[in-house]
């Protein structure tokens, strides 16, 4: 069992940034991945940005040189910096852990992030 809780979100005018925070807890020495998705009202979530632990990085288009994924010293800690925010970026933010040995895909309960001037 693996427990996710985000933190960081909130308002922020367009052109300001935000660093989003995911704590896991549990078994977390059997996470291969963790990721950031995003909900806006009306529409599906959808995959902002991912990190392979020992390996590469993954982006959506939309955000690929303003946000960075990145995980702490502390190894139970991944980040989301995200820069030069629109109003489109507005949603509900979660965080995910996926654990290969059981093929089971963790999830935090999400934080809002609100881009408005």
């Known amino acids: 069992q693996v427990q996710l809780v985000e933190s960081g979100g909130g308002l922020v005018q367009p052109g300001g940034s935000l660093r989003l925070s995911c704590a896991a807890s549990g078994d977390i020495f059997s996470i291969y991945s963790m990721g950031w998705y995003r909900q806006a009202p009306g529409k599906q979530r959808e995959s902002v940005a991912s990190?392979?632990?020992?390996?590469?990085?993954n982006y959506e288009d939309s955000v690929k040189g303003r946000f960075t994924i990145s995980r702490g010293s502390a190894k139970n800690m991944v980040y989301l910096q995200m820069n030069s925010l629109k109003p489109e970026d507005t949603a509900v933010y979660y965080c995910?852990?996926?654990?290969?040995?059981?093929?089971?895909?963790?999830w935090g309960q999400g934080t809002q992030v609100t881009v408005s001037p």
């Open positions: 995910n852990a996926y654990v290969a040995k059981n093929y089971v895909t963790y």
């Open positions: 990190i392979i632990f020992g390996a590469n990085t």
